[in-house]
């Protein structure tokens, strides 16, 4: 074979990859950008103007712990061919599966409603009232589903996870200072004054951003609902990896975009403020800012909804996909509308307690994230059920490793909410 | 109009609560026997669980009294 027709070899099988790849990707993609929702964005915007650069080598760290967790759900949706909640039935019993099954809902509407107020917030800033926000994402997300296709639902997504990347044009316009970027994201340090209990917050927080209850149920019955097989493992990490690598860099960007105008100049506590104040120094990014607020709101909103939805079916038995039209699964439809239009409406209401809620999210999320890792766990042990997909050795010892970690700092993270000076 | 929006209230929301229950026992006999080999380790990490939420609950009971 000559060197043309070998280079014309490789060129078509590394196409035909990619081609497989664009067909499979998806939840993992997705669940990742979602990641980065309102509440995400936020402690972004607050870490970056209260630390400036001097965090940014703490979010690499959090790459693989993303990665390492979605990619178990890959793989055991592929195979059992359950989503979590149903998994978790079968596995655990009923007293384990009504628990995690309440307790996701509790938390998914409790989040939802942080997303609207995220999407609220930031549209509030180019003058449309909280009133017409509310309505025309609810009627986007519903126009989204209507057409009983998951492509469509997916296609669309994919469309709102691109404006995501708002955040990398936006960290370009402030122009950043790249070796100190560079330099504080490959090298590890604390900033000025050392370790302090504020900093440990932040951090904790930045944790609790990287992996939420829902992103676990999702991804797991995405890949179901997507019809993966276990052939198509690989391609689902790739994916998986691929999103964790993007979820990072946009946080990252998002740090730079308020390190560099915010560190030192003004204290804000919600990414809202942080683009209003950004608005007055560098319009532009401003501007970006508020536009990547509310498409994070957004995201985690019809992640957020359908994560609930899906669950509720599986242990229910009603038709769950969004393969299906709206008659012909009428429970999963009225689930995600009646998630989306309570969530909404709570936003709405003057005098609604939504700081206590926003800080009620963090604390309910501690009391499912344990439990939904640990049954991740050992469900990815279970050699009759998964086979030759178990978990090794190796796997097992970062992935417990991971989980452990995960459990005790949200734990201080939640703990920190409820009694701000426990540990000062 | 009236008579119509009672008969909805009194039979249309009893029946979903009847409904419910039932669908509820269902799946509870559906699933009452757990399939994930109960080994010492799986039994351990359970029970450290339950330990666990059962402390998390406490603090947070704790917290909601002393907040009223």
């Known amino acids: ?424 | 109009m009236i008579k119509k929006i009672r008969e909805f209230l009194v039979f249309g929301i009893g029946n979903l609560f009847r409904n419910t229950r039932q669908e509820v026992r269902r799946i509870n006999n559906r699933y009452r026997v757990p399939h994930a080999k109960m080994t010492k380790g799986v039994k351990f990490s359970l029970l450290m669980l339950r330990i666990y939420l059962l402390v998390l609950i406490g603090i947070l009971c704790y917290k909601f009294i002393t907040l009223l």
């Open chain 1, 1 to 424: 074979m000559n060197f043309w027709a070998k280079l014309f070899y490789v060129y078509r099988k590394f196409a035909k990859a990619i081609k497989i790849y664009l067909l499979i990707a998806g939840p993992g993609m997705i669940v990742m950008l979602a990641d980065n929702d309102a509440g995400g964005i936020t402690t972004y915007s607050v870490t970056g103007a209260k630390f400036g650069y001097n965090l940014l080598w703490f979010l690499l760290l959090l790459l693989p712990v993303a990665y390492f967790v979605q990619e178990m759900t890959v793989r055991l949706g592929a195979v059992t061919k359950r989503g979590h909640a149903e998994a978790i039935f079968h596995a655990f019993g009923s007293f384990w599966g009504w628990f995690s099954l309440l307790d996701l809902i509790l938390t998914d509407w409790l989040t939802l409603v942080t997303e609207f107020i995220g999407m609220t917030a930031a549209l509030s800033i180019f003058g449309i009232p909280p009133v017409i926000t509310i309505i025309i994402v609810s009627m986007i997300m519903m126009l989204m589903v209507i057409k009983g296709s998951y492509w469509t639902w997916e296609k669309i997504a994919f469309l709102f996870c691109a404006v995501n990347l708002v955040y990398i044009p936006a960290a370009f316009m402030v122009h950043p200072s790249v070796g100190d970027v560079l330099y504080n994201t490959v090298i590890p340090h604390f900033p000025k004054g050392g370790f302090s209990n504020e900093i440990f917050f932040f951090l904790m927080a930045n944790i609790g951003t990287t992996i939420a209850p829902w992103m676990i149920f999702f991804q797991q019955s995405a890949v179901v609902d997507k019809g993966m097989l276990e052939k198509d493992i690989i391609w689902g990490k790739i994916d998986t990896f691929i999103g964790s690598f993007f979820t990072v860099m946009i946080a990252i960007f998002v740090i730079v975009v308020t390190g560099t105008l915010l560190y030192g100049r003004t204290e804000i506590a919600s990414a809202a403020q942080a683009a209003m104040a950004l608005m007055n120094i560098n319009h532009s990014a401003g501007t970006l800012l508020a536009i990547g607020l509310f498409d994070a709101g957004f995201l985690g909103a019809i992640c957020i909804s359908l994560a609930s939805s899906w669950a509720f079916g599986e242990v229910f038995g009603w038709a769950h996909s969004l393969n299906l039209k709206i008659r012909e699964a009428p429970w999963f439809y009225a689930t995600y509308f009646f998630a989306l239009i309570t969530a909404g409406t709570v936003v709405l209401i003057p005098g609604a307690p939504l700081v206590l809620i926003t800080l009620f999210v963090q604390v309910i999320a501690v009391t499912l994230l344990p439990a939904a890792l640990v049954f991740l766990i050992i469900l990815l042990n279970d050699e009759e059920v998964m086979g030759k997909y178990k978990n090794t050795v190796t796997q097992n010892a970062i992935n417990i490793t991971i989980v452990v970690s995960i459990i005790i700092l949200s734990t201080l993270y939640a703990l920190t909410a409820l009694f701000p000076n426990i540990f000062s």
